[in-house]
């Protein structure tokens, strides 16, 4: 039941004519108008309706600065047939209907700007909907444009003057504050408007439409605000497109937008604000006060790139209470950092779906830590990784402590000379030369890279500094050698560079060259006085690096970006250096395909372009790469006629499903890849092979967009073709079809007829099932039958294989005739109404014909006939004791084909015995298998001819096998003896049930198919019992438990984080009503949860109360519906109460529940 509110047409907060300031000006019509801005009034209140026309040269009304400009009362209106400009700052126009009426009519230049010229406008509660077309009310001129709106511009007029700050705000929007688009940076057009690219300000109500969008692609700076203007309700805003540059923040308040952001440098989402990014690209992006940014709805691929820094909530306390809701397969890549905390769903974010086990859902190119991110769903958790970037990977086992220890120690860059004097340390506590540093990953002792932050702290006092000269030397003497070190340390900027290790010198440091040692798990601080004593702890340095210093400037090494998209590897690296990038993993259906670039790369190690993991020699410049993929999966389908489904190409065409009543078709196609592109069909009368289907003219096929149905009397096979975008295509058929409406036709009897004796009668259909008399089966065919002489009353009774039925009633007496007539005739029957089709065509032969030899052979007659030549065939060896086959005493050099001697069967080529023929050959016993000749009776596997494959027991042609076989390392699917290579669909073997498609095991398959037990869940290929959600198919989205599909189950349940309404294990799009779980009643809208809902509901226990979606018990007031309005009490309606009753200031007179105003 839904609740109508019947709403206002407009509603006006009109200034109070009490409470007009002194100085008020108000006007009644264009003349008083102008003279009142001229004038410079500073509030001017319009009465009535004013219409300001367009002068010759199309100049704007010109509104000075310091304005307001209100409406005296609902008639209040200001009609523009030109364009408006302001000259100053402050202007307001408020509580008035603002409507531009210039249209394209007659070919006239549309003028309905608003130019801001550079300066400030308020609209405060301002209608500027103007309804076009004949509607328009335009005496015929509205013009071809279903609305017109204004457009605002913060330019100006052609030759006029503008300033540098423009803005606008839209506030206290009503049903009708529309604008048609908003343009703070222009040029100057076709037009010659005066361009502007300064600063920009729009701050809008959300309610606000602006059609086109909020445009500031090219201002100097630019800040967007829109908000929701309610207290407590998360307002759903009208505007979805924006467009910026590298100058230009968004912010989004108290409000939700389904967005297409372009260009925007930084989106700020504040004060439970929610962006559902529909298309588009994110930079810079914050999250907080309980904010969200929902990425489900964003492309399809599922990689998400954010191409700036994330941030999260700042607050000391760092307790996320902003959102990420990702869908089930996203992956989120942050180019740059990671700042403050943020909670990450899938799904929903009040009702979040599970993580996918091991699934990593958020990688970092930068700064992050582990705490960046935080699993919204109760029981998971986030296992945090750095390799070359971080990696957040959701699992729902308690991560363990970290192992802090450090196993492994790789430096994976040092300075190879340094000059000294640049790196001794500052006062101020700076990092001498941030350029001079050493570059160093650790792992700890399972190997997994540690987070520099973790190590950074205590790395650089764990390196000692000794001359290189007494670390190589081997002289004893050097071991007593105590003045060995330098004063140079390894200092750290833990925040900005947790990896980096800078070089600061101190007094007393001198040139000359020497070893780095690094001992990450500590020395014996104790003793190390002499080199001896160093050198006694190798075993615990992990590495060791040698630097020269020197006092000679030196030419410093100039390093270049990697930015790898879809992958790792980016980092900074010298020209020359080997640079290493992997392909993130594909998505189910796609596969790696090529990197791409912005330049030319050498690549080496023996990998190129196309390799998932690429090494290449680091050119003298930045490289952007991204690892692009490619549709690997070809489509799937389905094609239902009435219960009867078809998912492959169907080779033997048997026209064996009947119907007697029109049906409709319904085709699915599903893909793993890149998805469906078009779905074709085409309605044949002859059956037709594959390759032919594949040769199908483009323009013979028709495009299916909806179910189509096929009406009796027809023979038919529909034949699909399904592509996707990937370029793959494939072909699905039906059995051949017949649909026959016609019912048998029995002849040589009468209906309600009585007989003396025996009844012969004859039936006839082209689709005869079998013919009953007195429900006892009398036969199959067509042709005569004969009802038994037995007295009473008997049925005859005829079915077609369609369940078209004729029946005939009879009645047998042996009584003397009566000697006087009936006076009523018997009635006549009516005849058959059509008579059954005939076949239009012969039925088509059998694929494959077996050729039979003329006869068996036999021996030799001792004489020659006397009649006709008989000829005699036989194999014997000539003189040389060659083989032949003979027809009488001539080679039948024309034979080809088996025969039999004393030695067993052979093979015969051209009359002679094929000694080298491995194969197939056939009589009228049937397919055999010949090895070197000869038949092969022990042979067990495959053979090969024209037609296909074929499976071979003993020598001979199995076609009584159905079923999976594994002849070498792959299972393939048999049917009547015959491997099918395009078979899609189940089958079993001692393993459990497989999915086959194209007549292999696709062992990456997920989703349903069905056989005769009902319908089953797949996962990679076979069937999952422990499977427990929802899969779709062409009819629908179905629940499945212990992997089958649950028809039992009707109720509410989450599919993907998403509340939706189950109805015998099928997803309703269409219930709208109530619903329970174990979070109290909902109201269900179209099958889905809507938490927008607020009204009345009704369920087999009464009417009830509901807001945002929920059954609010709490609630004590008026509730509407189409039938009126009615007194609530405790969230349900109270018939028990008869009384007065005040709303809000409304007071109502209730009489059973049942309320009316006062």
């Keep these: 039941m839904t609740t109508n509110t019947v709403v206002p047409f407009m509603t006006y907060a009109y200034a109070d004519t009490a409470n007009i300031r002194a100085g008020a000006v108000t006007v009644t019509s264009e003349s008083q108008l102008r003279q009142a801005l001229q004038a410079g009034s500073s509030l001017i209140v319009v009465s009535g309706s004013i219409t300001v026309a367009e002068d010759a040269a199309g100049t704007p009304l010109m509104i000075p600065g ?126 010659g408007k005066t361009a502007y690219t300064g600063s920009a300000e729009v701050y809008a109500d959300a309610k606000t439409v602006i059609r086109e969008g909020i445009h500031t ?92 820094n994330f941030t999260g909530n700042q607050t000391s306390d760092n307790i996320a209470d902003g959102y990420i809701v990702l869908k089930k397969d996203n992956q989120v890549i942050i180019d740059k950092d990671v700042t403050g905390t943020t909670k990450a769903a899938v799904g929903n974010k009040l009702f979040p779906s599970v993580f996918t086990e091991g699934y990593t859902y958020i990688t970092a190119q930068g700064k992050a830590a582990k705490e960046s991110f935080a699993p919204a769903k109760a029981g998971w958790f986030f296992k945090y990784t750095v390799d070359t970037q971080s990696n957040w990977t959701a699992t729902t086992k308690q991560p363990e402590e970290e192992d802090l220890s450090v196993g492994r120690l790789v430096i994976q860059s040092a300075p190879q000379t340094v000059n000294i004097n640049r790196i001794f340390q500052k006062e101020d506590g700076s990092i001498p030369d941030d350029t001079v540093y050493f570059d160093i990953d650790c792992y700890n002792s399972q190997g997994v890279l540690m987070d520099g932050a973790d190590v950074t702290d205590w790395l650089g006092s764990s390196v000692l500094v000794m001359k290189t000269s007494l670390w190589e030397s081997e002289d004893a003497e050097s071991l007593n050698e105590t003045n060995w070190g330098e ?41 190390i006085e002499t080199v001896g004593a160093v050198k006694a702890q190798k075993d615990k340095i992990f590495a060791e690096c040698t630097v020269e210093f020197t006092d000679k400037d030196i030419e410093p090494v100039q390093k270049h970006q990697v930015i790898v998209g879809n992958g790792t590897g980016s980092g900074e690296y010298a020209a020359g250096d080997i640079v290493t990038i992997t392909a993130a993993g594909a998505a189910q259906g796609m596969a790696f395909d090529r990197w791409a670039g912005n330049t030319a790369l050498d690549f080496t190690e023996n990998t190129d372009s196309h390799s998932a993991t690429a090494v290449f020699i680091m050119p003298d410049g930045d490289v952007e790469i991204n690892a692009e993929y490619k549709d690997i999966s070809a489509p799937t389908g389905e094609i239902t006629v009435s219960t009867n489904k078809w998912n492959v190409f169907c080779n033997a065409v048997t026209f064996g499903k009947f119907f007697k009543e029109r049906q409709e078709v319904g085709i699915h196609a599903d893909d793993l890849g890149l998805g469906i592109d078009k779905v074709f069909y085409l309605i044949s009368e002859e059956a037709k092979t594959l390759e032919e289907v594949q040769n199908i003219q483009a323009s013979d096929w028709t495009v299916y967009e909806q179910r189509f149905a096929i009406d009796p009397d027809k023979k038919c096979i529909v034949y699909v073709k399904i592509t996707d975008k990937g370029g793959n295509t494939a072909y699905l058929s039906t059995d051949g079809l017949v649909f026959d409406g016609s019912s048998p036709v029995i002849s040589g009897v009468k209906h309600n007829e009585t007989y003396g004796g ?216 048999v049917q009547n003896g015959q491997v099918l290579t395009d078979y899609t669909g189940m089958a079993l073997n001692d393993y459990g049930w497989w999915y086959f498609n194209n007549g292999r095991i696709d062992f990456v398959y997920i989703g349903m198919a069905a056989n005769e037990y009902g319908w089953w869940y797949f996962n990679n290929g076979q069937i999952d019992f422990g499977y427990n959600g929802f899969a779709a198919n062409e009819y629908g989205t179905w629940l499945f438990t212990n992997g089958i599909l649950n028809t039992g189950f009707t109720g509410m349940t989450l599919n993907g984080g998403t509340w939706v309404y189950v109805t015998d294990g099928y997803i309703s799009d269409t219930y709208t009503g109530m619903a329970l779980n174990e979070y109290g009643w909902w109201y269900f809208n179209n099958g889905t949860l809507d938490f927008n809902y607020t009204g009345m509901a009704l369920n087999e226990y009464g009417w009830w109360y509901f807001k945002n979606g929920q059954l609010d018990l709490g609630f004590t007031g008026i509730g509407s519906n189409e039938y009126g309005d009615w007194f609530f009490k405790d969230g349900r309606i109270a018939f028990e109460y008869t009384g007065s009753y005040n709303d809000g200031g409304q007071w109502y007179m209730v009489n059973s529940g049942f309320a009316s105003k006062i």
């Excluded at 010198?505 to 780095?516: D, E, H, N, Q």
């Excluded at 047998?812 to 009516?830: C, D, F």
């Excluded at 009228?924 to 000869?934: A, H, P």
Aim: proline share 3%.
């Design 66 to 191: 310091n304005v307001t400009i209100t409406g005296a009362d609902s008639s209040s209106e200001l009609i523009i047939r030109g364009a408006v400009q302001l000259t100053g700052d402050h202007v307001t126009i408020q509580n008035v209907k603002l409507h531009f009426i210039s249209t394209n009519a007659l070919q006239s230049v549309v003028h309905r700007e608003i130019f801001l010229a550079g300066h400030s406008l308020v609209l405060d509660s301002v209608d500027t909907y103007v309804k076009g077309g004949a509607g328009s009310g335009l005496g015929g001129f509205g013009g071809t444009e279903e609305e017109l709106l204004p457009t605002v511009y913060a330019g100006g007029f052609k030759n006029t003057v503008v300033g540098q700050n423009a803005s606008l705000t839209v506030t206290n929007a009503v049903e009708n504050t529309k604008i048609q688009a908003v343009y703070m940076s222009h040029d100057s057009g076709s037009d």
């Design 217 to 308: 692609e090219n201002n100097s700076c630019a800040d967007i605000t829109l908000k929701g203007m309610g207290e407590s309700i998360i307002a759903s805003a009208k505007i979805k497109d924006f467009y910026g540059n590298e100058n230009t923040s968004l912010t989004l308040q108290k409000c939700s937008v389904d967005g297409n952001i372009q260009n925007v440098e930084n989106v700020i989402l504040d004060d439970e604000a929610e962006l559902c990014l529909v298309s588009g690209s994110l930079k810079n992006i914050e999250v907080k006060n309980k904010a969200s940014l929902n990425l489900t709805e964003y492309d399809e691929s599922i990689f998400v790139e954010i191409k700036g």
């Design 487 to 527: 004063a140079v340390a390894l200092v750290t900027d833990g925040e900005n560079y947790p990896n980096r290790y800078f070089l600061e010198a101190y007094p007393g440091a001198k040139t000359g060259t020497y070893t780095f040692l690094f001992f990450p798990n500590g020395y014996d601080e104790g003793d």
């Design 758 to 973: 025996s009844v012969q009668f004859t039936v006839n259909d082209d689709n005869l099932d079998y013919v009953e008399i007195d429900g006892v089966l009398a036969g199959r065919e067509n042709g005569g039958y004969t009802v038994t002489d037995v007295e009473g009353a008997h049925t005859i009774t005829a079915v077609d294989k369609a369940g078209n039925r004729t029946q005939v009633s009879v009645t047998i007496v042996h009584a003397t005739q009566p000697t006087t007539e009936s006076t009523t005739e018997a009635p006549k029957p009516t005849e058959g109404t059509t008579e059954a089709p005939k076949p239009t065509q012969k039925p088509t032969e059998a694929p494959t014909e077996v050729t039979k030899p003329t006869e068996k052979p036999t021996e030799a007659p001792t004489q020659k006939p006397e009649t006709d030549e008989k000829v005699i065939y036989e194999m014997r060896q000539d003189a040389d004791g060659n083989w032949h086959y003979y027809a009488n005493d001539t080679i039948a050099a024309d034979y080809c084909g088996m025969a039999v001697n004393e030695y067993g069967w052979w093979y015969i080529k051209n009359g002679d015995v094929d000694f080298t023929y491995t194969g197939m050959a056939c009589n009228e016993y049937g397919w055999w298998y010949f090895n070197n000749g000869q038949l092969d009776t022990t042979f067990y596997g495959l053979a090969n001819n024209e037609y296909g494959t074929w499976f071979y027991t003993d020598g001979q042609l199995n076609f009584g096998f159905t079923g999976m076989i594994i002849p070498d390392d792959e299972w393939l699917y």
